[in-house]
């Protein structure tokens, strides 16, 4: 997830899964799911409960701006991406990732897995974890962190790099919750 203050993935394991080639398919469809990018904000929050329910299991795991900011934006979400399949209550035999690379500098996927390029288009596991990570993450930017830092009206801007944002950054400069490694990319502009 791009210019994000808190990086969260998520693992599912969706009953029916099998390889067809390069493509996964679900025996159990789930009406409009697709890629999180792909999605309005509406028609995530609606799919939400629905992976929830129908998934066999699924874990959503976090880190944390320091963490990225110690590593690097790749070994931080493979640790997450880690922890949400080791947190699966039914254990994963085998994990597809979104993209071409399985490991950062300090963090690499330990559970048998392939890579897929443009997997959340691809597998419907994988659409289904990006759907859950980005409702999740979005949550918790609304619910906890536009609460405490009021000012960044992240409500409206959820943390992305929008004008707003970078505004508020300007104005009030970096709260503790910003990710040096996004700033880089404000400083740079200013």
């Known amino acids: 997830m791009k210019k994000t203050l ?3 993935t998520a693992a599912t394991l969706l009953s029916g899964c099998r390889p067809t080639g390069f493509r996964y398919t679900l025996t159990g469809h789930i009406e409009g799911l697709n890629d999180s990018k792909k999605l309005t904000e509406k028609k995530r929050e ?8 129908k998934a066999v299991a699924y874990a959503i795991a976090s ?5 990225i900011d110690a590593t690097d934006i790749l070994s931080a979400r493979m640790k997450a991406m880690q922890l949400a399949i080791d947190a699966l209550q039914i254990p994963a035999d085998y994990a597809l990732i979104d993209g071409n690379r399985d490991h950062g500098a300090s963090a690499k996927i330990t559970t048998p897995h392939e890579t897929i390029v ?3 288009g691809a597998s419907l596991s994988i659409a289904a974890a990006s759907v859950l990570a ?11 962190l536009d609460p405490m830092y009021p000012e ?6 959820k943390g992305y790099g929008t004008k707003l944002h970078y505004q ?8 503790p919750v910003h990710r040096m490694t996004f700033l880089k990319k404000w400083e740079a502009r200013r």
Request: some cysteine; proline content about 5%.
């Open 6 to 8: 808190l990086l969260l």
């Open 46 to 53: 609606a799919l939400f409960p629905v992976i929830c329910e």
């Open 63 to 67: 880190v944390d701006e320091k963490e």
């Open 118 to 120: 443009g997997g959340d």
């Open 134 to 144: 980005k409702v999740s993450r979005d949550h918790y930017v609304v619910e906890v």
């Open 152 to 157: 960044y009206q992240f409500a409206r801007h």
């Open 168 to 175: 508020m950054l300007d104005q009030y400069g970096p709260s």
